[in-house]
T-cell receptor, first 114, second 116 residues
Framework: DTAVSQTPKYLVTQMGNDKSIKCEQNLGHDTMYWYKQDSKKFLKIMFS???????INETVPNRFSPKSPDKAHLNLHINSLELGDSAVYFC?????????????FGNGTRLTVT | AQKVTQAQTEISVVEKEDVTLDCVYETRDTTYYLFWYKQPPSGELVFLIRRNSFDEQNEISGRYSWNFQKSTSSFNFTITASQVVDSAVYFC?????????????FGKGTHLIIQP
């Protein structure tokens, strides 16, 4: 039933490790996104994919690499984790074509780097 | 470049009071879309409303109402007779018409606290 699902919900790891967050949507949407919410609750787009192709890559370190095996999945891989990567990461999806569609968000993954 | 400003970082009111959350936006596009999202303490982001730049009609949904004014680039959100369950962080967001793949630009959010 869940429209946009992310796993895991919580991720605690040490500096220097590599980790992945998975995202899947069953809404049939063509566009998927990753947003980062920092400790002050500010939401900022990191990436967007349209039909498996990268559309937006905001200024994020290249330690972050999105992977879209198909249009229903957009995973986020993070190499060499740093303390500053601690945040809540939200996956979202929307239909393609216009800016008038609301984004459907997953429930977020809280990443804590120690 | 587009920008959304929510000047109120935190608002605290007593239950049953009315409260208005302010949102001011900047965009060079003539066609754009505005949104409000709610983030309750449980953390999920809940879509509340969408408004396009051609539709300046105000909208009411139960205790919620939205006032869109292009002349002042504002899209304010009012909760009437607030309830404790309304406590959340509320985000205003903007999308330009060139394509959904650009995503939303969010304001920094207003933390609304409703005290019993």
């Amino acid at each position: 039933d869940t429209a946009v699902s992310q796993t895991p919900k919580y991720l605690v790891t040490q500096m220097g490790n590599d980790k992945s967050i998975k995202c899947e949507q069953n809404l049939g949407h063509d566009t998927m996104y990753w947003y980062k919410q920092d400790s002050k609750k500010f939401l900022k787009i990191m990436f967007s994919y349209n039909n498996k192709e990268l559309i937006i890559n905001e200024t994020v370190p290249n330690r972050f690499s999105p992977k879209s095996p198909d249009k229903a999945h957009l995973n986020l891989h993070i190499n060499s984790l740093e303390l500053g990567d601690s945040a809540v990461y939200f996956c979202a999806s929307s239909p393609t074509g216009s800016g008038n569609s609301p984004l459907h968000f997953g429930n977020g993954t809280r990443l804590t780097v120690t | 470049a587009q920008k959304v400003t929510q000047a109120q970082t935190e608002i605290s009111v007593v239950e049953k009071e009315d409260v208005t959350l302010d949102c001011v936006y900047e965009t060079r596009d003539t066609t754009y879309y505005l949104f409000w999202y709610k983030q309750p303490p449980s953390g999920e982001l809940v879509f509340l409303i969408r408004r396009n730049s051609f539709d300046e009609q105000n909208e009411i949904s139960g205790r919620y109402s939205w006032n869109f004014q292009k002349s002042t680039s504002s899209f304010n959100f009012t909760i009437t007779a607030s309830q404790v369950v309304d406590s959340a962080v509320y985000f205003c967001a903007l999308s330009e018409a060139r394509g959904g793949a650009d995503g939303l630009t969010f304001g920094k959010g207003t933390h609304l606290i409703i005290q019993p």
